[in-house]
């Protein structure tokens, strides 16, 4: 992705989320140099990756597969000591754009359609080698109510429903077209987006960025290059 790509995706996702009255806390508004004047403040943020993630997972097809998320809240699965034992995000899609499928080895999630369009899922059981398991139903809680579907069958999520994704099953989900962009809450059990992530097929979870102009302000993974 180019820096401008970025700049412009964070952009529109404020004024979705101001559309739905969703407010996020005050450090996702600052710029670069807010960051810099308060550096010495911002250990939980830096080592539980709070802010702003902005990815195309490497692919170059932004408008397609990828999208904004905000983290909120989060701990460190290596150190309880270091901030919360539970995560939040936001995750803000365009009409028809998709996160790949992936699964997670031991985050369990619940995700939530909080405002705007319908939320579709595609799911899967994962084989033993980590292959994607295409003929057996799988078995999901939605808000709290046992469905059984069928291997890469569409399940659609409206406002206000949620559904609870467990460890090693394969999801893909998506903005369903036709029905306008989209507002998806995440709570889960503590996020670690560097090595709790199984793509199939497999690509980088963080996409290269073309610095074509400066960014507005830093993404959750560029911390340390920020401060160095």
């Known amino acids: 992705m180019k820096r401008s790509e970025v700049n412009n995706a964070i952009k529109w996702a ?12 005050k450090f996702a ?17 830096r080592k539980t990756m709070l802010g702003w993630d902005v990815t195309d997972y490497g692919m170059n ?3 397609n597969l990828g ?11 290596n150190d309880s ?9 936001y995750i803000l899609l365009e009409e028809g754009q998709s996160l790949p499928v992936h699964f997670h080895y031991s985050k369990t999630e619940d995700i939530i359609n909080r405002a705007g369009g319908i939320l579709a899922l595609q799911l899967y059981n994962a084989n033993k ?22 291997a890469g069958e569409v399940v659609k ?8 994704l467990t460890p090693y099953m394969y999801h893909k989900f998506w903005a369903l077209e036709g029905k306008g962009d989209l507002v998806v809450g995440e709570v889960s059990s503590v996020n670690d987006d560097n090595v709790d992530n199984r793509f199939n097929p497999i690509m980088p979870r963080f996409g290269e960025i073309e610095e074509d102009e ?4 830093p993404l959750c993974n560029e911390y340390e290059k920020l401060f160095q």
């Open 214 to 217: 400066e960014a507005d302000m």
């Open 81 to 89: 000591s270091i901030g919360v034992p539970y995560a939040e995000k």
């Open 67 to 77: 999208g904004v998320l905000f983290t909120i809240r989060n701990g460190n699965q």
């Open 29 to 45: 508004y600052w710029k670069s140099q807010d960051w810099i004047d308060n550096k010495d403040k911002l250990e939980m943020i």
């Open 61 to 63: 097809d932004y408008k």
């Open 157 to 164: 999520v409206e406002v206000g429903q949620s559904i609870t």
């Open 129 to 150: 080698d980590e292959s994607i398991d295409t003929k057996s139903d799988v078995v999901v809680y939605m808000d709290g109510i046992k469905h059984i579907v069928q």
């Open 14 to 25: 404020k004024k979705l989320l101001e559309d739905q009255n969703i407010k996020l806390p």
